[in-house]
């Protein structure tokens, strides 16, 4: 898909929020305003002081043993179109994990930029929700890390309007989603070398609150990947292993229904480090 396509399709999902409707392939005009609005009125800036005061809640939920076990997926799929089906084939509340810009919302899918968060803006109203919290971006932008904070943004049943290709859906459907920036590695090593010890043990501290945040809303099933692994350049073989940790040894063992990692990659360097772990 050239840059320019990608534009303009930004550009139209932005008219669609605005007016609360679009025409889906039938010709029908389908209304999301009412989904739209509650989805945006309903999202939480889950700053890091705010994450730490739900340590009660979170060991509360985790006293109670786990009834089941969790059912792992590794899929050359994109997260989106993972998403769809788990919804569509009726998944019980899924959480989508949305590879995050700490500093600009929706990454540069305004500007024709395509990556993961970039396709999931375009095709979705998550846009008007993670900019309904500029604060977060500015927390971020004031830093002088590329480590970044654990903060996150977490939005309720954005709903989803079109594919990764831009294509209108015939009926649109609803995502939960989590948007949480990895740490940019590549920045660390290259103009933070001191920096790059702590990278280890924050990437683990902030999946374990990702996955705090998807347990304490509910969520049974989760659409993960490679997260970071992109232009911030974390290894697959590290991020592989810190999901692992938390998912088959630590506290979040068994805690998710389903759980599928979408890695969408001609190189089989990001997707067979996960399929080693969890296929």
Not at 21 to 46: F, K, L, P
Not at 67 to 79: D, I, P, R
Not at 105 to 120: C, M, R
């Amino acid at each position: 898909m050239k840059k320019t396509t990608r534009i303009q399709i930004a550009e139209d999902s932005l008219r669609i929020i605005k007016q609360g409707h679009y025409i889906n392939t039938q010709g029908e005009t389908v209304s999301i305003r009412e989904d739209q609005q509650r989805s945006v009125a309903s999202s939480i800036h889950y700053t890091e002081s705010k994450l730490d005061s739900l340590t009660s809640q979170i060991d509360a939920l985790l006293a109670t043993p786990p009834t089941g076990t969790t059912h792992f997926e590794v899929t050359g799929a994109t997260s989106l179109e993972a998403s769809q089906q788990l919804v569509f084939a009726g998944a019980p509340s899924v959480m989508c994990l949305n590879f995050a810009s700490a500093k600009n919302p929706g990454g540069g899918f305004l500007n024709g930029s395509q990556a993961q968060e970039e396709s999931i803006a375009r095709s979705s109203g998550l846009y008007e929700s993670i900019t309904h919290h500029m604060d977060f971006y500015q927390t971020n932008r004031a830093l002088d890390t590329c480590l970044y904070t654990d903060a996150m943004i977490y939005s309720p049943d954005v709903p989803v309007w079109k594919d990764d290709d831009g294509n209108a859906l015939d009926n649109y459907y609803r995502l939960s989603i989590i948007t949480s920036p990895a740490v940019n590695a590549g920045a660390v090593s290259r103009n933070e070398p001191d920096k790059v010890v702590h990278i280890a043990p924050i990437m683990l501290r902030r999946m374990e609150k990702v996955l705090a945040v998807s347990l304490l809303h509910g969520h049974k099933t989760l659409v993960l990947g490679a997260w970071g692994c992109g232009v911030f350049q974390n290894d697959p073989e590290d991020v592989a292993r810190y999901f692992a940790q938390h998912l088959l040894e630590g506290k979040f063992k068994n805690r998710f229904e389903r759980i599928v990692f979408a890695i969408k990659s001609n190189d089989e360097r990001f997707i067979q480090p996960f399929r080693r772990h969890f296929a």
